[in-house]
């Protein structure tokens, strides 16, 4: 079992950066390959970067590509979102979670999920 624990969000304005941590417990975090994902309201969850076990391979999704980084700790059991350039659209609940894949950008593929933390871009 791992336990997934998300904070770092909040409001911000169209432009600006946000930076979201997850925190991981449990078993080995170096064992999961880790992702982040967002769901606004009326919409599903959908894919936004993915990174590998030992952090040496990252995968973002069209939207968000050159905007966001993801990076993680493995000594802290961390894993990191960079967000810059904010826009309204990115508005969502920001889900950690974690998987047995090496690196996967699908949805099923994550096994261990955090509850969230709400991130609001304003115009």
């Known amino acids: 079992q791992v336990q997934l624990v998300e904070s770092g969000g909040g409001l911000v304005q169209a432009g600006g950066s946000l930076r979201v941590s997850c925190v991981a417990s449990?078993?080995?975090?170096?064992?999961?390959?880790m992702g982040w994902f967002r769901q606004a309201p009326g919409k599903e969850r959908e894919f936004v970067a993915a990174?590998?076990?030992?952090?040496?391979?990252?995968s973002y999704a069209d939207p968000v590509r050159g905007r966001f980084t993801i990076s993680r700790d493995n000594a802290k059991n961390t894993v990191s979102l960079q967000m810059d350039s904010l826009k309204p659209e990115d508005t969502a609940v920001y889900y950690c979670?974690?998987?047995?894949?090496?690196?996967?950008?699908?949805?099923?593929?994550?096994?261990?999920w955090g509850r969230g933390t709400q991130v609001t871009v304003s115009s």
């Open positions: 449990g078993r080995t975090f170096s064992m999961y390959g």
């Open positions: 990174i590998s076990r030992s952090g040496g391979s990252t």
């Open positions: 979670a974690a998987t047995t894949y090496w690196r996967t950008i699908a949805t099923l593929d994550y096994d261990y």
